[in-house]
């Protein structure tokens, strides 16, 4: 393994973590990521928000992510020619001076129809001259392009707020970039009453601020966007989910869900995806905590097109009327303070303009539930290799044994046995295990199945004392997926 050949790897990491590096390059990578940790931390950057204000609850680390589409098929090529040739084709530089966000075939009908509102405007910040060339004021999100030049330096970044003329204020929602130069800021969908929005660019680091006044008429867009009640409601396990709304935008379609269940002692939550449990604690005086989340598929290595579809636990739709699946990018969960259930809403891709029937299959969710009994093990953690442990955590029919603990690259690993599972699936149950450091309960860890009936929990920290606590807080329990079919 030579720094060459992690320089390579890292230009190709974008488009690998969106499925688009198949073939031999897949595989050239995933060979590489085996041996070589430092490559394997910088794909987890890529699948995380890359600015922290609109990072979620699980992942709090702002980080960069790369682009979609075309762009990513057009350097897959280039990195094909460069494994094979040993050319150094620098392809960060392709099409220099354009934003190459462009290229994201989420935004090709926009394009096709012209919608985009052209801004093309230049303002200095400090050391940078910040240029916002487009804005697309969709229904479903407001997406900000604009390019920075020199490029950024270390940690510098950039935050981005928007307000209109009727001084309604829009949040974040999500921003990514390419090499610290073109970025892409999605927001808030634009109130169809403004006629002018403001940006402002700021950065810790720098003094002053860039603002940036545009005219604009969301109406344009909107005449040619959908907007749905479906109100449609199914049953799984105990649990209500509901579609209430969908906005089915040129650049994404948004379909907004409600999940409700039994406030029962014993139930701990329930987890959409595989994602933890979400709750709302209570308190003499209401609620004392909520939460949100961001969660986005991972890509199947290798696969063109992945999370189209492919089996996993994330939400599904397929165009009926075309007989073509829509990609999710991503799913957004919050608590409700008021009924103590979830909040939320998948994010698809644009739907085509000649869909009029889709096929939504929920993600798998997970009804938690308490233990009869707390059960802590209080441990000394070791400060090298691993220790073994022999301690057993029960949860009705099932038991974990948990065997060793063991620091692996600065992460907290749990290697556990589990029985009483009967004949169900390794991913029908799903523990629920906190690690306490200090007076604080962890929580989050990451869950891997192991051969045969082993599962490893890993906590992506280091408590700053040797003596900790592992607890089961809860296990959850998988529910039947439900269809929903929405006529548009």
């Given at each position: 393994?030579?720094?060459?050949e992690?320089?390579i790897?890292?230009?190709?990491?974008?488009?690998?973590n969106?499925?688009?590096a198949?073939?031999?390059t897949g595989?050239?990578v995933e060979?590489?990521l085996e041996?070589c940790a430092?490559?394997?931390e910088?794909?987890?950057?890529?699948?995380q928000?890359?600015?922290?204000g609109?990072?979620?609850a699980?992942y709090?680390?702002?980080k960069?992510t790369?682009?979609?589409g075309?762009f990513?098929?057009v350097a897959?090529?280039?990195?094909v020619?460069?494994?094979?040739t040993?050319?150094?084709i620098?392809?960060?530089?392709?099409?220099?001076g354009?934003?190459?966000?462009l290229r994201d075939?989420?935004?090709?009908?926009?394009?096709?129809?012209?919608l985009?509102t052209?801004?093309?405007?230049?303002?200095k910040?400090?050391?940078?001259?910040?240029t916002?060339?487009?804005?697309?004021l969709?229904?479903?999100?407001?997406?900000v392009?604009y390019?920075?030049?020199p490029?950024m330096?270390g940690?510098?970044?950039l935050?981005?707020?928007m307000?209109?003329?009727?001084?309604?204020n829009?949040q974040?929602?999500?921003?990514?970039?390419?090499?610290?130069k073109?970025f892409?800021?999605?927001l808030?969908?634009v109130?169809?009453?403004?006629?002018?929005i403001t940006?402002?660019f700021?950065?810790d680091?720098?003094?002053?601020?860039?603002?940036?006044?545009i005219?604009?008429?969301?109406t344009?867009?909107?005449q040619n966007?959908?907007?749905?009640?479906?109100n449609l409601t199914?049953?799984t396990?105990?649990?209500?989910?509901?579609?209430?709304?969908?906005v089915l935008?040129?650049?994404e379609?948004i379909?907004f869900?409600r999940?409700?269940w039994?406030?029962?002692p014993?139930i701990?939550?329930v987890?959409?995806?595989t994602?933890p449990p979400m709750y709302?604690e209570?308190?003499?005086?209401?609620?004392?905590i909520?939460?949100?989340?961001?969660?986005?598929?991972l890509?199947?290595?290798?696969i063109k097109?992945?999370?189209t579809?492919?089996p996993g636990p994330?939400?599904?739709?397929?165009?009926l009327?075309?007989?073509?699946?829509?990609k999710?990018r991503e799913?957004?969960?919050?608590?409700?303070?008021?009924?103590?259930?979830?909040d939320g809403a998948?994010?698809?891709?644009?739907?085509?303009?000649?869909?009029?029937?889709l096929?939504?299959t929920?993600p798998v969710l997970?009804?938690?539930r308490f233990?009869?009994?707390?059960?802590?093990?209080?441990?000394?953690i070791?400060?090298?290799g691993e220790k073994?442990?022999?301690?057993?955590f029960k949860?009705g029919?099932?038991?974990?044994t948990?065997?060793?603990?063991?620091?692996?690259?600065?992460?907290?690993?749990?290697?556990?046995?589990y029985?009483g599972?009967?004949?169900?699936?390794?991913?029908?149950y799903?523990?629920?295990f906190?690690l306490?450091?200090g007076?604080?309960?962890?929580?989050?860890?990451?869950l891997?199945p192991?051969?045969g009936?082993?599962?490893?929990v890993?906590?992506h920290f280091?408590?700053?004392?040797e003596?900790t606590?592992?607890k089961l807080?809860?296990v959850?329990?998988k529910l039947?997926?439900v269809?929903?079919?929405?006529?548009?």
């Amino acid at each position: 393994m030579t720094d060459r050949e992690c320089q390579i790897i890292r230009d190709l990491l974008p488009i690998y973590n969106d499925g688009e590096a198949g073939g031999a390059t897949g595989e050239f990578v995933e060979q590489h990521l085996e041996k070589c940790a430092g490559c394997r931390e910088l794909l987890a950057t890529y699948r995380q928000p890359v600015f922290p204000g609109v990072s979620d609850a699980t992942y709090s680390t702002p980080k960069k992510t790369g682009f979609a589409g075309r762009f990513r098929r057009v350097a897959a090529l280039a990195m094909v020619i460069l494994l094979f040739t040993a050319t150094a084709i620098a392809w960060a530089s392709y099409n220099a001076g354009k934003n190459l966000a462009l290229r994201d075939p989420s935004f090709q009908q926009a394009e096709k129809m012209d919608l985009f509102t052209e801004v093309n405007k230049s303002k200095k910040l400090g050391p940078y001259v910040v240029t916002v060339n487009r804005v697309l004021l969709d229904t479903a999100r407001t997406t900000v392009f604009y390019q920075v030049e020199p490029a950024m330096e270390g940690g510098d970044f950039l935050e981005v707020s928007m307000t209109d003329d009727k001084g309604v204020n829009y949040q974040p929602r999500s921003g990514r970039g390419l090499h610290s130069k073109n970025f892409v800021y999605d927001l808030e969908p634009v109130n169809l009453d403004a006629e002018k929005i403001t940006l402002t660019f700021n950065s810790d680091s720098i003094p002053v601020e860039a603002r940036f006044t545009i005219p604009v008429d969301p109406t344009l867009v909107a005449q040619n966007t959908r907007e749905l009640y479906p109100n449609l409601t199914a049953q799984t396990g105990p649990v209500e989910l509901s579609i209430d709304r969908a906005v089915l935008g040129l650049s994404e379609s948004i379909f907004f869900f409600r999940a409700r269940w039994p406030l029962e002692p014993g139930i701990a939550g329930v987890g959409v995806e595989t994602a933890p449990p979400m709750y709302t604690e209570m308190g003499p005086n209401g609620p004392t905590i909520a939460e949100t989340r961001i969660s986005r598929p991972l890509p199947a290595p290798g696969i063109k097109g992945a999370n189209t579809g492919l089996p996993g636990p994330w939400a599904r739709m397929v165009d009926l009327t075309n007989g073509k699946k829509v990609k999710l990018r991503e799913t957004r969960t919050s608590t409700d303070t008021i009924t103590g259930g979830i909040d939320g809403a998948f994010h698809f891709n644009a739907v085509d303009p000649s869909a009029r029937e889709l096929e939504l299959t929920s993600p798998v969710l997970y009804l938690y539930r308490f233990p009869e009994q707390e059960q802590v093990l209080e441990m000394e953690i070791p400060r090298e290799g691993e220790k073994t442990v022999n301690k057993i955590f029960k949860w009705g029919p099932l038991s974990y044994t948990l065997e060793k603990v063991a620091l692996e690259d600065e992460k907290l690993a749990f290697y556990l046995e589990y029985s009483g599972a009967g004949d169900k699936p390794s991913d029908y149950y799903r523990p629920d295990f906190r690690l306490k450091a200090g007076k604080i309960w962890r929580k989050g860890p990451v869950l891997e199945p192991q051969d045969g009936s082993r599962v490893k929990v890993t906590f992506h920290f280091l408590p700053d004392t040797e003596e900790t606590a592992l607890k089961l807080r809860s296990v959850g329990e998988k529910l039947e997926r439900v269809e929903f079919k929405i006529l548009l």
